[in-house]
């Protein structure tokens, strides 16, 4: 596993947790410092999706990963690009044993934000078709999943 320290994180209310001593992530071509004190959300989920898709889960380390790069962008400090920051959350998610769905949708999710906030949407419009792609099939889904519950309730229930 490419962490070889951390995170250990601690609840400090309100959705926020804080690291408990620095986190160290050494990839094959990165090494991350996120250093003691780090505050994140973990994955930033809209409420509504949480029965399917909670702020913690396998890929929190990956979230707290995320989460520093986005804040050095912010900063103007961050080695990677946009881009790169959001393709690199992918990637850790791989390495934590996030599933393949829950992967290109969070990665997805990822790629909504970084449009809507100008520091991070350099390079979007290069997975902007992909993104379309991904959020249309999710679309299509849910839509047949709620189209089968309610066939099924009006069959069930005439």
Not at 31 to 48: E, K, Q, S
Not at 100 to 109: D, I, K, L, S
Not at 138 to 147: D, H, Q
Request: aromatic share 12%.
């Amino acid at each position: 596993m490419p962490f070889t320290r951390g995170p250990v994180l601690m609840y400090v209310g309100g959705g926020q947790y804080k690291t408990v001593g620095s986190t160290l992530y050494v990839g094959s071509r990165d090494v991350i410092v996120i250093p003691d004190g780090f505050c994140t959300d973990l994955a930033t989920i809209p409420r509504i999706f949480w029965a399917f898709m909670p702020p913690t889960g396998s890929y929190e380390r990956a979230a707290v990963l995320h989460d520093h790069g986005c804040v050095e962008l912010a900063n103007g400090t961050c080695a990677l690009s946009p881009r790169d920051v959001d393709g690199l959350f992918r990637r850790v998610m791989r390495e934590c044993g996030v599933g393949f769905v829950t992967r290109w949708v969070m990665w997805a999710g990822v790629r909504w934000g970084a449009a809507a906030n100008p520091c991070r949407r350099p390079g979007w419009w290069r997975d902007g078709p992909l993104v379309v792609l991904i959020t249309a099939l999710i679309g299509a889904v849910v839509a047949g999943a709620v189209w089968a519950v309610d066939a099924a309730a009006h069959w069930l229930i005439p």
